[in-house]
């Protein structure tokens, strides 16, 4: 016979929970499904893919539902928003300081794993004269490594 121990929760159930909490809101298994999916991958998903995966574990749950949980995230502090002058948007679950490269021809987007020189930034914050500089991003643009060579491959 099995003891009857309370399912312990993983971790990114707890840092959800109390994140909502502390905004106000509440905790519901759709978004826990995003959160999870969210935190557990480098890939910068769309609203799209995150739906695609999220309702193989949530049956019945909408797109917009998707969107509204990732909106949430993104307002407690749990996720990031990239948002694209075409309108498009993609997620990330990291939310500490960090780079990328985005692809213009698939939009993928990856994280570098580096970071930029201190004395590079202070540099670039002296010039904006008076700037109040709080953070900052940088994403390289280019092609990624397939659509290069699909590209090379067609010249
Ligand atoms: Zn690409
Ligand atoms: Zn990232």
Redesign the pocket.
Known sequence: MKASMPQELPNTDLVLRRALETSGQRFTEQRAAVYRFLAATDQHPTADEVFLHVRGHVPGISLATVYKSLETLVGCGLAVKLAYADGSARYDGRTDPHHHVR?L??G?VSDIPASVPDEAVASLREATQGFRVTGFRLELAG??R??DSVATARA
Do not use: F, M, N, P
């Open positions: 692809c021809s698939c993928r092609y990624c397939e659509c």
